[in-house]
């Protein structure tokens, strides 16, 4: 499964693929009651439409684009392969472990030889994405309602979140 | 034809070094050509302010595809295509993105042959050709034509700030002290150390018709949204223009410089990429269009070289952070008061420039910028870097949250390192032999590793502040030393060695080349050895001593 930017779209992702990068990203930046997560500001929209912009707006999207889908289809498999279940049904701390394993770059169920996938380097890929995805202006997609600027106290005074409540 | 076409001097570059010449220029009544790579920017082309588009996609830089450098890594034998970062192609150059931090080189650096008790065999150390007291009168010009604030002699005993002479002020007063200022200054009193306020081309209060800061929060890699930050268009290139005596031209790509007989007479340049080489004749040329870009012009223009000294001597500042959290502390921006943002107002530390420790085995050391990691940097490159210790860096998961549950409830301190390099003699820049930029020249290609020294200075350097910080209740989060590669970020200089022995140097004491008259340099790549402070003020007040010597014809 490639990913959909072609025919144009204001998305990258197929729903498959967004619902994998949305649980990784929350495995990289958990949110709790009281504290906003990646999925509390929709961080992985910022990548979702960055990627799909044509012409490309920055000359690694390119790169990105295949490595997000060589990268989400492996860890899928290896999460099916590592903790018998689809990354996108997996439980936080299975992705939590899959991440372990790839930020260590020792995942076993991994693409090798030609065509291989520098774990290590996916793995910055997507701890710097879901980061942008967090602190970002709100203007480029993620960091929704700037909830997170809002909790951290950037450009104001932190505030206390508190999760599906008033904030 | 106009005058401007056959001008008294071509400046190569608009930045800090072109910029000022082109005042220093006009102002003794040359003409001068200013031939800018780049376009003019305007207002529109910072705005808004978006750390994604201008700091995490780096919007203002040339491409790493497209433009590169390539750095050979420290085997010399990679091929690794890197940004440029400080090379902001445009009108100002890096000045329109800088942080404006703007200390002076002092003693220390000119001479540091008499500071260094220990320089390494393979090193290439040499005391400058110019005493700092020789400079002294063009660091005040440069200070007050780059509209400094900050305040001299801070302290009573003030020999650890950079010496001024008796009476002299800065045009304008600090910024606003950071709230962590108290904290710091007791915690570094009691190790008898005296950080003190850094002097920066800042706006404090009004001044030359520029409003004063006003802690917006963007500084590097941002266009000031308010004026208040100097810049080589807002200072210099504006008195030069008003002269009628300076022309400048933007999309002008000079692709080498015109020489016979030992004299300059010119540049070639191209004014589109794929299109024909012009010619523009003067009898004498100023080039400034950073280190790395200077030497690379020199060597493609086959500038004569019998010493095999053009590009050699590359150096890059010892670099290193470290990141502290005060859990005894609440953070400095409790509100409701919103205290100053990004990296003005910071501390300055220079009790380490020299080293008295003979069991570090370091005498040369450096300075120190000093932060807030909370609210003196923009929260991407913040949290990017989120370390919960030296063992832990770019943390993620539970750590991450615990990162920055700390950050936003505690007071936090970061240190900045910049110290002596050792000048390696194959620390070089080199033309590469297989990329071409868009205008179709083959592109820099760097030789870089840093010495043993560098790497246990800024690990010397680091510990010492930490242990500062650790005995004012401290707990040690990030920490980055200096590594043996060096792709290219940072401060540079050298390459084009100023010096007077034409045996071991590019230029003569004047910043003209040795071999070919007329030929000027006024970048940071004039530098003889790095020294251990932001290079810009040093460089701007080094490019009017030369401009006030260049003889009318």
């Known amino acids: ?167 | 034809m106009t005058r401007f076409d056959r001008p008294d001097v071509i400046i190569v570059g608009s930045g800090a070094g072109g910029g000022t010449a082109a005042h220093a220029l006009t102002a003794r009544g040359f003409t001068v050509t200013v031939l800018e790579k780049g376009e003019a920017r305007g207002a529109e082309s910072f705005l808004p302010l978006d750390e994604l588009h201008f700091h995490a996609r780096k919007a203002l830089i040339p491409g790493a595809d497209v433009d590169p450098q390539i750095y050979a890594g420290v085997d010399g034998k990679q091929r690794i295509a890197v940004e440029r970062w400080w090379e902001a192609n445009g009108v100002g150059g890096s000045t329109m993105i800088w942080d404006a931090n703007f200390p002076r080189y002092t003693r220390e650096d000119f001479e540091v042959l008499s500071v260094m008790k220990d320089v390494p065999g393979d090193a290439g150390m040499v005391n400058w050709p110019w005493s700092y007291d020789e400079f002294q009168p063009y660091f005040e010009a440069a200070e007050h034509l780059w509209c400094v604030s900050g305040k001299t002699r801070q302290h009573e005993h003030h020999a650890r700030q950079e010496p001024t002479r008796d009476g002299y002020e800065l045009p304008m007063p600090p910024l606003v002290p950071h709230a962590h200022t108290q904290f710091l200054m007791e915690a570094f009193g009691k190790a008898g150390m005296m950080p003190y306020l850094g002097a920066r081309a800042i706006n404090s209060k009004t001044h030359a018709g520029r409003p004063a800061c006003s802690f917006c929060g963007y500084c590097q890699f941002f266009g000031c949204p308010v004026n208040s930050r100097a810049n080589a268009v807002n200072t210099v290139l504006s008195r030069a223009l008003a002269t009628g005596r300076c022309d400048l031209r933007t999309g002008h790509c000079v692709t080498r410089l015109v020489h016979d007989n030992g004299k300059v007479s010119g540049v070639m340049y191209k004014t589109e990429p794929g299109g024909p080489e012009h010619f523009l004749g003067a009898s004498r040329v100023f080039v400034s269009v950073q280190t790395v870009q200077s030497a690379r012009l020199f060597l493609l223009s086959q500038i004569p070289d019998p010493n095999k000294m053009i590009g050699r001597y590359l150096t890059y500042h010892t670099k290193g952070t470290a990141e502290l959290i005060f859990k005894n502390q609440p953070v400095w921006d409790a509100g409701p008061a919103f205290q100053p943002r990004t990296a003005i107002g910071s501390l300055q530390l220079r009790d380490l420039y020299t080293i008295d420790d003979p069991a570090s085995g370091l005498t040369k050391g450096g300075k120190f910028s000093i932060y807030d990691p909370y609210t003196c940097t923009p929260p991407l490159r913040q949290i990017k870097t989120a370390s919960m210790g030296k063992t832990r860096p770019n943390v993620w998961g539970k750590e991450l949250v615990d990162y920055l549950r700390e950050l936003r409830a505690h007071g936090g301190v970061s240190f900045s390192f910049t110290g002596e390099a050792m000048s390696l003699y194959d620390n070089r820049v080199e033309l590469d032999d297989v990329v071409v930029d868009p205008w179709g020249i083959p592109v820099a290609k760097t030789y870089y590793r840093h010495h043993d020294y560098d790497r246990r200075l800024a690990d010397y350097a680091l510990g010492r502040v930490i242990d500062v910080m650790t005995a004012a209740g401290g707990e040690l989060r990030r920490y980055e030393g200096q590594t043996e590669a060096n792709p290219g970020y940072g401060h540079v200089h050298g390459s084009l060695r100023a010096g007077v022995d034409p045996g071991a140097s590019v230029l003569d004491a004047n910043c003209q080349s040795h071999t070919v008259r007329g030929l000027y340099v006024l970048d940071a790549a004039f530098m003889p050895t790095a020294g251990a402070s932001n290079p810009s003020l040093t460089l701007i007040a080094n490019a009017l001593r030369v401009c006030e010597r260049v003889e009318v014809s």
Not at chain 1, 93 to 112: I, K, M, R, S, Y
Not at chain 1, 130 to 145: L, V
Not at chain 1, 146 to 165: C, I
């Open chain 1, 1 to 167: 499964m490639i990913g959909r930017h072609a025919p144009r779209s204001a998305r990258f992702f197929w729903p498959e693929q967004r619902a994998q990068l949305d649980k990784l990203f929350e495995a990289i930046l958990p949110g709790s009651d009281d504290s906003p997560g990646a999925s509390d500001v929709a961080a992985a929209e910022l990548i979702d439409r960055e990627l799909a912009i044509e012409p490309v707006s920055y000359h690694e999207v390119a790169a990105w684009r295949a490595l997000y889908v060589a990268g989400l289809a492996a860890l899928d498999a290896a999460c099916r392969a590592q903790a018998k279940v689809a990354l996108v049904a997996a439980t936080p701390e299975q992705v939590h472990d899959l991440l372990a394993g790839l930020a260590a770059g020792t995942l076993t169920a991994f693409p090798a030889g030609p065509g291989a996938i520098d774990q290590k380097k996916l793995f910055a890929t997507l701890r710097a994405h879901c980061i942008e995805g967090c602190f970002a202006d709100p203007s480029h997609g993620g960091n929704r309602g700037g909830a997170m600027w809002r909790w951290y106290g950037y450009l104001e005074t932190s505030k206390p979140f508190h999760r599906g409540g008033a904030r």
